[in-house]
């Protein structure tokens, strides 16, 4: 299977957030998105996925229950189900839900 660019979904996810989803419902076990961040992208916790964040460019930070990393190109980061997380700062990053991200599963905090 593939996935080009040009089929991916692009969503707004705030007003400092884009996401471009390219797997979304095709797998049982990841979802996977490519998103930019230019500010701060809110606190959240996910009920029900591990997350994955890679850093493909820029840099910023990514809190994980009120601990903040500095992060930039090639890190990698894991945030665990159930943990408060937040990102800022000017990045690309490919972001990895498991299981696949649902928004019913996520609370904004």
């Known amino acids: 299977m593939i996935v ?15 996401l471009k989803i390219y797997i979304k419902g095709q797998s049982k076990n990841i979802s996977l998105a490519l998103g930019e961040v230019r500010g701060f992208h809110g606190t959240f916790l996910n009920r ?22 500095s992060v930039s190109q090639e890190d990698c980061v894991l945030v665990p189900v159930n943990s408060k997380h937040s990102i800022e700062g000017e990045m690309r990053y490919l972001v990895i839900d498991s299981p696949p991200f649902d928004p019913k599963d996520e609370i904004k905090c």
């Open 48 to 69: 029900k996925s591990e997350r994955v964040y890679f850093i493909l460019s820029g840099s910023g930070s990514i809190s994980i229950e009120g601990r903040k990393f």
């Open 4 to 18: 080009r660019s040009e089929e991916a979904e692009e969503r707004v996810a705030d007003e400092n957030t884009k």
